[in-house]
Structures are given as structure tokens and as C-alpha cells.
């Protein structure tokens, strides 16, 4: 289990477009009321959502999920919303286990933190959202239900015994930009959900800027750091020219087109400076995973995760525990 979020960064976009607009809990219930039913959303008090600063993804997934964890109520009682967005470009065959996973951490934290109101009451809500935007819509299941293995003639008889625990999924690979301007969203929230979403894949996103100009010059009037987040996005992920972007943001005034400038000089700077180590760490990780499929056969695909997404000091580390002789792929990377 991880710590809590961080901010926008150069070598995660997904991570810090997500957590600096979504990490505001009127961002965050803008999408929320986006993707509950009016049913479960008129039980639950979206306008007071109190952030947790915790995260409950495992360690070597982090660089592939991002969550979001707020406090509020359910009819009154105590409830949480849990927010997490898959950076894959393809889905995640067991999201439903991790998911579950996730929630009892939620729920071992709130016992462990408000001792004298749990247990005896119950556990409380949870209501669990992922926001996926990768390359090809979701296919994999939201019930827990749907990945435990029976056969199909005992289906029947252990019905009862299968647990059921779903989540909400927001697949952002299927919602056109017409959908999206017509959800509830903040101005902010929307261009969020548009860059992650349906913008990523424009060979020129500022076609699709323009469309929602009104919300872009809102954000420049209310909440001018965004766009600092919103150009380091686009300018990361996206295949449009610094020069065009500048372009567009000069349209919202001469302090958003200073914005978008000063971005693009960073980004060209710190290009430069981490090209040459970023290279040589994932040279390091690739060399281990040949060296342990050589030995041990091909590696399961979270063992490769957690490998291309170490740092350096672990790969050192596993390295020369591999070199020592380790009789097995999790004596190597424990």
C-alpha cells in the first residue's frame, strides 16, 4: 500500500491530471453525480465530501492506478467514495479483486481510526468508481462475482456462496465529446475528462479545445493554476506542437498564453535532464526481466510490473540477489 497522492508530474500525467483536478472534492462530486444513478446519488451527500490523504493501491501498481479516497454520508451514516483511475491502455482482467482489495483496506483504516464508532454499527458504505481511459474500450468485469472460477453445471448450486462486490465503471473510451459536454461536470472536471478521454487521441487536440472554449476561459478566470496542469498534460500525452497550444491558450488572455510557454520551456528542460537516466533505468529493468525469464520462464504480468516501474535501488537490489543465486522469481523480487 502506497502514501498519500502527489502533484502533477512530467513522468506521470495521468497520475497528476487526476489527482489535482479530481483531488477537489467539487471536481470530484461533478463527476460522481456524472456516473451514480439519481437513485444512489440523492443518498449520498456529494457536497460535503471531506478528502482522506491515503492511498491503498499496491506499491507496484501505483505507477498504473491512481486513487482518490473521501469521507462523507450515506443517509446520515458515515460512507466513503472511492475513486480510482486505470492508467492501462488495456483493461485490467482482475480489477474486481483488486478493487475488493482496496475496499478493505478502506474499511481496516476506518476500523483502526474511529475505534469507538465501528464494529459495533457495521461497516461503513463504500461506493467504489474506476475511471479507465486507455487505448481500447473495458471489457473486463465489474463484479468479483464473474472472475471466480465454476464450472457451469455447479453455477447453480454455489450461487450463494459467491460474493458479490461491484464497481461503477466511467469508461471514458466510449463517451463522445458531445456526451461529455452534457454531464454535470464542472468546467474544470470537463476538460479533465475530455483530455483523458476522447482529446488523448486527437493528432490536433485544438479542434476539440475550441469546442469548449466557455469552459477553458472559465478555469482561466476561477482557477488559473489548472492550466499550468491542463498544458504539461497535453504537451506530454498529446501529439499537437507547443506552438499550436500556445495558440489556443493565448485566446483565454496573456497570462494563460504565458502559461502555456513557461510549461513548454520546462518540459524541454527536464527532457534533457532525465532522457539520459530514465534510459538507463529501464535498460537496468529490462535486463533483469530477460535474466529471470531465462531462468525461471516467462514472468506473470504484475512481477513485470513492479519491475519496470522499480527505482533504481530495487533493481540494483534484485539484481544481485539473482546473481547470488535465487532458487525463485519471488525470492528475487519479494
Given amino acids: 500500500m502506497t502514501s498519500g497522492g502527489s502533484g502533477e508530474s512530467a513522468h506521470q500525467p495521468h497520475d497528476g491530471l487526476f489527482r489535482r483536478v479530481f483531488g477537489d472534492p467539487k471536481h470530484a462530486g461533478s463527476e460522481l453525480r456524472s456516473v451514480l444513478s439519481a437513485?444512489?446519488?440523492?443518498?449520498?451527500?456529494?457536497?460535503?465530501?471531506?478528502?482522506?490523504?491515503?492511498?491503498?493501491?499496491?506499491d507496484y501498481l501505483s505507477q498504473v492506478?491512481?486513487?482518490?479516497?473521501?469521507?462523507?454520508?450515506?443517509?446520515?451514516?458515515?460512507?466513503?467514495?472511492?475513486?480510482?483511475?486505470?492508467?492501462?491502455?488495456?483493461?485490467d482482467d482482475l480489477m474486481a479483486f483488486r478493487m475488493l482489495r482496496y475496499q478493505v483496506r478502506i474499511w481496516e483504516r476506518h476500523l483502526k481510526t474511529e475505534p469507538t464508532t465501528s464494529g459495533k454499527t457495521?461497516?461503513?458504505?463504500?461506493?467504489p468508481v474506476v475511471l479507465y481511459q486507455g487505448h481500447r474500450r473495458w471489457t473486463a468485469p465489474t463484479d468479483i462475482a464473474d472472475i471466480i472460477k465454476v464450472s457451469d453445471h455447479a453455477a447453480t448450486a454455489f450461487a450463494d456462496l459467491l460474493p458479490h462486490v461491484r464497481y461503477i465503471l466511467d469508461d471514458l473510451t466510449v463517451v463522445d465529446e458531445a456526451a461529455m459536454r452534457a454531464r454535470p461536470l464542472t468546467p474544470a472536471a470537463r476538460i479533465a475528462a475530455l483530455l483523458l478521454g476522447p482529446a488523448s487521441k486527437?493528432?490536433?487536440?485544438?479542434?476539440?479545445?475550441?469546442?469548449?472554449?466557455?469552459?477553458?476561459?472559465?478555469?482561466?478566470?476561477?482557477?488559473?493554476a489548472l492550466l499550468v496542469v491542463f498544458f504539461t498534460y497535453l504537451l506530454i500525452v498529446g501529439e499537437t506542437q507547443a506552438d499550436d497550444i500556445t495558440h489556443f491558450a493565448a485566446q483565454l488572455g496573456q497570462e494563460a498564453k504565458e502559461a502555456a510557454v513557461t510549461t513548454a520551456q520546462r518540459l524541454r528542460q527536464e527532457g534533457i535532464e532525465q532522457g539520459i537516466s530514465q534510459g538507463i533505468s529501464l535498460g537496468q529493468s529490462q535486463l533483469l526481466v530477460a535474466m529471470l525469464e531465462a531462468r525461471f520462464g516467462e514472468l506473470d504480468n504484475d512481477t513485470r510490473l513492479r519491475i519496470e516501474h522499480a527505482t533504481a535501488s530495487q533493481i540494483a537490489d534484485w539484481s544481485t540477489r539473482f546473481a547470488r543465486g535465487a532458487n525463485s522469481i519471488s525470492a528475487v523480487v519479494d
Avoid: C, K, N
Fill in 39 to 58: 437513485e444512489v446519488a440523492a443518498h449520498i451527500d456529494l457536497e460535503h465530501l471531506e478528502p482522506v490523504a491515503a492511498s491503498f493501491v499496491d
Fill in 65 to 91: 492506478h491512481s486513487d482518490l479516497l473521501f469521507r462523507t454520508t450515506f443517509d446520515g451514516d458515515d460512507a466513503y467514495l472511492y475513486f480510482l483511475i486505470e492508467h492501462q491502455s488495456s483493461p
Fill in 122 to 127: 457495521g461497516l461503513p458504505m463504500i461506493v
Fill in 202 to 224: 486527437d493528432a490536433d487536440v485544438t479542434t476539440t479545445l475550441r469546442a469548449s472554449l466557455d469552459d477553458w476561459q472559465t478555469v482561466a478566470d476561477t482557477e488559473p
